[in-house]
C-alpha cells in the first residue's frame, strides 16, 4: 500500500469496494474512517449513474477491488468510461495485479504477450483455446481453483502435454506458490491434490 493510496482514500467522499467486508480490514489498519459502499458485478450498471452525479457535485470517489486492480477482470471499466463521458478526471494510483507478477516470476518470454483474463465457462470456451493455442507469444489465464485441473486438460489438449506453463496460486500473499513445468507435469503436480484453493494464474508459452 503506498502513501499516496492511503492520502487519496482518506480525502474520499465515499469509497466503493467490490467488497465492503474485505475491504474494512484495510481500512481499519490505516484508520479510514470514511463510508464505504458496495459496487460489485451484480450492481455496477445501476451504480454507475448515481456516482457520476455525485461527482459532477464535486464529491471525490475512491474504488477498490478485494484484490488485484480495478477493471483488470474486476468491476470498474463501465465507471471508468462513464468518467470519460462526462469529461470527468480519473487518476488510477499504481498497486498489485495478479498478472505481472505471475507473468514476470514464469520465467516464459514476457517482452510481448496476450491477456485473456478469464475463459468463457462454457459457450466459446474451446473456440477460445484453440486460438490461444495458435499464438506465438505467451499468454497469460485467470481461473478459478475448483476448475484448474480442468483448464490443464485442456490446454493440454489444445497446446500438447510438452508445453511449458507455469501456475501461480495467491500471487502476493502468505501462501504464495509458483509451480513452473510442462502442462503434463504440471497435470501430474495437482492431480492428488483433492482442493485447490486460492485465485489461480495460469502462464503458458507461445507455439514455437
Same mark, same amino acid.
Given at each position: 500500500?503506498?502513501?499516496?493510496?492511503?492520502?487519496?482514500?482518506?480525502?474520499?467522499?465515499?469509497?466503493?469496494?467490490?467488497?465492503?467486508?474485505?475491504?474494512?480490514?484495510?481500512?481499519?489498519?490505516?484508520?479510514?474512517?470514511?463510508?464505504?459502499?458496495?459496487?460489485?458485478?451484480? *450492481?455496477? #450498471?445501476?451504480?454507475?449513474?448515481?456516482?457520476?452525479?455525485?461527482?459532477?457535485?464535486? #464529491?471525490?470517489?475512491?474504488?477498490?477491488?478485494?484484490?488485484?486492480?480495478?477493471?483488470?477482470?474486476?468491476?470498474?471499466?463501465?465507471?471508468?468510461?462513464?468518467?470519460?463521458?462526462?469529461?470527468?478526471?480519473?487518476?488510477?494510483?499504481?498497486?498489485?495485479?495478479?498478472?505481472?507478477?505471475?507473468?514476470?516470476?514464469?520465467?516464459?518470454?514476457?517482452?510481448?504477450?496476450?491477456?485473456?483474463?478469464?475463459?468463457?465457462?462454457?459457450?466459446?470456451?474451446?473456440?477460445?483455446?484453440?486460438?490461444?493455442?495458435?499464438?506465438?507469444?505467451?499468454?497469460?489465464?485467470?481461473?478459478?481453483?475448483?476448475?484448474?485441473?480442468?483448464?490443464?486438460?485442456?490446454?493440454?489438449?489444445?497446446?500438447?502435454?510438452?508445453?511449458?506453463?507455469?501456475?501461480?496460486?495467491?500471487?502476493?500473499?502468505? #501462501?504464495?506458490?509458483?509451480?513452473?513445468?510442462?502442462?503434463?507435469?504440471?497435470?501430474? #503436480?495437482?492431480?492428488?491434490?483433492?482442493?485447490?484453493?486460492?485465485?489461480?494464474?495460469?502462464?503458458?508459452?507461445?507455439? *514455437?
Amino acid at each position: 500500500m503506498t502513501m499516496r493510496g492511503i492520502e487519496m482514500l482518506k480525502q474520499a467522499s465515499v469509497i466503493y469496494a467490490e467488497d465492503t467486508r474485505t475491504s474494512k480490514r484495510l481500512l481499519d489498519h490505516y484508520s479510514i474512517q470514511n463510508e464505504v459502499r458496495s459496487f460489485h458485478a451484480h *450492481n455496477e #450498471h445501476g451504480v454507475v449513474d448515481k456516482l457520476i452525479e455525485m461527482m459532477e457535485r464535486g #464529491h471525490v470517489i475512491a474504488l477498490i477491488s478485494d484484490a488485484g486492480t480495478p477493471g483488470i477482470s474486476d468491476p470498474g471499466f463501465l465507471l471508468a468510461r462513464a468518467c470519460h463521458e462526462h469529461n470527468i478526471p480519473i487518476t488510477c494510483l499504481p498497486g498489485p495485479t495478479a498478472f505481472v507478477p505471475a507473468l514476470v516470476s514464469s520465467g516464459l518470454p514476457c517482452d510481448r504477450f496476450h491477456f485473456e483474463g478469464f475463459l468463457p465457462h462454457k459457450k466459446g470456451r474451446q473456440t477460445r483455446l484453440k486460438h490461444l493455442a495458435e499464438l506465438p507469444n505467451t499468454f497469460v489465464l485467470y481461473e478459478s481453483p475448483h476448475r484448474l485441473k480442468k483448464c490443464i486438460d485442456q490446454l493440454i489438449e489444445h497446446c500438447g502435454p510438452e508445453r511449458m506453463a507455469c501456475v501461480c496460486r495467491e500471487i502476493s500473499k502468505m #501462501h504464495e506458490e509458483v509451480t513452473r513445468a510442462t502442462l503434463a507435469e504440471l497435470k501430474a #503436480h495437482y492431480e492428488p491434490t483433492e482442493k485447490v484453493k486460492g485465485e489461480i494464474v495460469i502462464v503458458v508459452a507461445g507455439k *514455437n
